[in-house]
């Protein structure tokens, strides 16, 4: 169930990006949440090998190579999914930043830990 609630949470997120970004553009909640499972998917996935090969260029960049990592993922989802469009790759990591504090402060507010 948490599962599908974050899913729905980042598809919010996804959601609320292009009326923060005219660069960006979702055209329905149907692409959202397609577009929401396929970034989950490609960050599970696509993300941590290509952490590996450029540790190297993240480690002399300080980290900030994984600014425009996180914006690749973001651009290549964009690229497959019919109804979400990024205009730029420089607009497609800021997106990737913007979407991920949206999702921070969603999660943050909508998901408690039972840990407490």
Known sequence: M?????WI?????????????HSVSVTSIGAALVAALLLGLVNTLVRPLLLLLTL?????????F?????????WLVAKVV???HVDSFGYAI???LL????????S?????????
């Open 2 to 6: 948490r599962l599908v609630l974050t």
């Open 9 to 21: 949470i980042n598809a919010a997120a996804l959601f609320a990006v292009p009326y923060l970004m």
């Open 56 to 64: 190297p260029v993240t480690v002399l960049s300080l980290g900030l």
């Open 66 to 74: 994984i600014f425009v990592i996180n914006g690749l993922m973001f």
């Open 82 to 84: 019919d109804g979400f």
């Open 94 to 96: 800021l997106a990737a």
């Open 99 to 106: 979407y991920s504090v949206i999702s921070w402060a969603l």
């Open 108 to 116: 943050t507010l909508l998901l408690k830990d039972n840990d407490g």
